[in-house]
């Protein structure tokens, strides 16, 4: 069973930066396509980067573009997401998501992955 946990959430001041990770468990091949998302209160959940384990791509939504870094440490099965610059529009609280697929290019659609995590809180305020 894959499973994911997320940590690194927190409180961080507008303009500050925070690392979320997510340590996957139980994947069962080299082809998956992990994705990191938001949901601010009230509002849908939003994608907001996405990696690609076979070929290293990666994508980003429009928001967090030259914010946001994704990454990925193999050895340790751990997925990470750099976040930069942070503003109050950003509070929210973070998911990563998985799904195990052996071709194409991940998406930051909520509808493309299978498995999820808890979700870590993020909270930018002075």
């Known amino acids: 069973q894959l499973q994911l946990v997320e940590s690194g959430g927190g409180l961080v001041q507008p303009g500050g930066s925070l690392r979320l990770s997510c340590a996957a468990s139980?994947?069962?091949?080299?082809?998956?396509?992990i994705g990191w998302f938001r949901q601010a209160p009230g509002k849908e959940r939003e994608g907001v980067s996405c990696f690609t384990n076979s070929g290293g791509r990666t994508n980003y939504a429009d928001s967090v573009k030259g914010r946001f870094t994704i990454s990925k440490d193999s050895a340790k099965n751990m997925v990470y997401l750099q976040m930069n610059s942070l503003n109050p529009e950003d509070t929210a609280v973070y998911y990563c998501?998985?799904?195990?697929?052996?071709?194409?290019?991940?998406?930051?659609?909520?509808?493309?992955?299978?498995?999820w995590g808890q979700g870590t809180q993020v909270t930018v305020s002075s």
């Open positions: 139980g994947l069962t091949s080299a082809y998956y396509h």
């Open positions: 998501a998985a799904r195990q697929v052996w071709a194409g290019v991940c998406s930051v659609g909520v509808g493309w992955y299978d498995y």
